[in-house]
């Protein structure tokens, strides 16, 4: 028998297959970790109506503890699957992510609840960078910035599948059911992954944990004053103590990062305009974006009274401009520069806003839809080349710091927008509702049981609904100023010509 014979009779080859499942699974785990953050968002009415009974500043923290640990952990994480190996760190993070959702599910009040959210988002930050780390191990040089692309494609497209599987859950189950799937998804997506992923290459980097802890507690003390601001009074001494130990920490953390012999975030690095710009470019279109997901399950379902099912169905326009034109933006950024093309698409995602500051009950859904298609436009054309700039700044060994520098960005700049709009709207909500109504400001959906329960008639029912979409149209348009000003700022430090890849230094 010839040798051609022989292969032609053998069974397929499984590390083939495994090589071909790679990017799919990659993704998967991508979807996975994001779309957290956008179910959670969905469940917002059935935990304000839960026995946890949590307030307007709770719900924020229900929301931003997870992505607030996800994103500060980002780097050291991958820092650590680069030292350590990468598909040991996503498996360890695949586990520690189904046991915090575990301990959510069975959370009986609202600090147990934050206690499982907190653990989830350190097995999210282990799972992100070793994705992207392992997805480009196996693909050829030539074809990384479109493998890049379809990772980015795939965390924009998780919030709408975020949106889409918790509102199918939700519509028939309770919100603890929720954290139960996306426990099971874990365990499915690690006996895969402990199938198809190679064992990963190895690099030497160093866990600066006293940066990481510092940096960490400068940005939950920063979220504490945005977000306990409108509660608790913006000159009140914790607000103005969370901001003042926000200033000391991030101070002391830069003092650390500039005298550690191997800092993982070394603010030298930032000299390079081209990175510098493409992580202030992340943060900025996912603020807006995740800002959007906040706001958008609680105006359908109470503004416009879908069920939970149909919100997750009706975000779904998100999806078409992150599919369609995330596969273009490469090489649209190839033939124009990546400058007017980044340009133009936070421009068009703070557009997007200022639509959507428009909508309120006799909005159509058409009309809404097409506001949120261009959001997703928007974020089509300006997120892959900036995530392929920010991995092009740095040489080829630190493509676990490079991950987490995107995945950093886009978490942090998420949980700030869910605090700023979350802040802005309680604070004109509380100020919109009528006086009869002013003890229920907790939440909408808290209001409007209220003046059902009272008898207060249709008239008080409008006006609870009219209050909400003022408030959510005010932090709409804050949302979309944070990013016209943003826009001008990375178009500033972009160079004028694209970096060859791995360079680790700018386009002049």
């Given amino acids: 028998m010839t040798i051609d014979a022989v292969r032609a009779a053998a069974p397929p080859d499984r590390g083939s297959a495994a090589r071909r499942a790679m990017p799919p699974l990659m993704s998967a785990c991508v979807v996975l970790v994001v779309a957290t953050v956008a179910a959670i968002n969905l469940s917002i009415p059935k935990l304000s109506a839960s026995g946890l ?111 889409l599987a918790g509102g199918a859950v939700l519509q028939w189950l309770p919100w603890q059911c929720l954290f139960l799937a996306g426990a099971a998804a874990a365990a499915v997506l690690a006996g895969l992954v402990a199938w198809a992923a190679p064992v990963g290459e190895r690099h030497r980097a160093d866990l600066d944990v006293p940066g990481a802890l510092l940096l960490t507690a400068a940005l939950f003390a920063l979220l504490f004053g945005i977000i306990e601001g409108s509660e608790r009074g913006w000159a009140s001494a914790p607000v103005l103590g969370g901001f003042g130990c926000a200033a000391v920490l991030l101070a002391v953390f830069g003092a650390h990062a500039m005298r550690a012999a191997h800092p993982l975030l070394d603010p030298r690095m930032f000299a390079g305009a081209a990175l510098r710009s493409g992580v202030l470019g992340i943060g900025a279109a996912f603020f807006s974006l995740f800002a959007l997901f906040f706001v958008n399950a609680q105006y359908l379902q109470y503004a416009k009274g879908y069920t939970p099912l149909v919100t997750g169905v009706a975000i779904s326009p998100v999806v078409v401009g992150m599919i369609v034109v995330s596969r273009r933006s490469v090489g649209l950024g190839h033939r124009f520069g990546n400058r007017p093309l980044i340009t133009t698409g936070l421009l068009v995602i703070a557009g997007g806003l200022g639509l959507l500051s428009l909508a309120d009950a006799s909005t159509p859904y058409p009309v809404y839809a097409v506001d949120l298609l261009v959001m997703s436009v928007g974020m089509g054309l300006c997120v892959p080349p900036l995530s392929v700039g920010v991995m092009s700044a740095l040489p080829p060994g630190r493509a676990g710091l490079g991950s987490g520098l995107n995945g950093a960005a886009r978490e942090i700049g998420s949980a700030l927008g869910v605090a700023v709009l979350g802040t802005v709207l309680t604070a004109r909500f509380a100020d919109a509702l009528p006086p009869a109504l002013a003890g229920h400001a907790h939440s909408a959906g808290e209001a409007i049981a209220a003046a059902d329960a009272n008898g207060a008639g249709q008239e008080a029912h409008q006006q609870v609904i009219a209050a909400f979409t003022g408030a959510m149209s005010s932090g709409f348009r804050v949302v979309g100023v944070i990013a016209c000003a943003a826009a001008v700022l990375v178009a500033l430090g972009l160079p004028r010509r694209n970096a060859p890849e791995g360079s680790g230094r700018d386009g002049e």
């Avoid at 931003?64 to 650590?80: E, H, K, N, Q, T």
Wanted: include cysteine; glycine fraction near 14%; aromatic fraction near 6%.
């Fill in 53 to 163: 009974h949590p307030s307007a500043t709770g719900l924020l923290w229900i929301v931003d503890s997870y992505v607030l640990v996800f994103g500060c952990l980002l780097i050291p994480a991958g820092a650590a699957g680069d030292r350590f190996g990468r598909k040991g760190a996503l498996l360890a993070g695949l586990g520690v992510f189904a046991a915090g959702c575990v301990l959510s599910a069975a959370a009986p009040a609202v600090a147990v609840l934050l206690a499982g959210r907190l653990v989830t988002g350190v097995g999210a930050a282990l799972i992100m960078p070793a994705t992207l780390s392992l997805l480009l191990q196996v693909t050829e040089p030539a074809r990384r910035p479109q493998a890049i692309a379809v990772w980015t494609a795939a965390t924009g497209v998780a919030g709408a599948v975020g949106n």
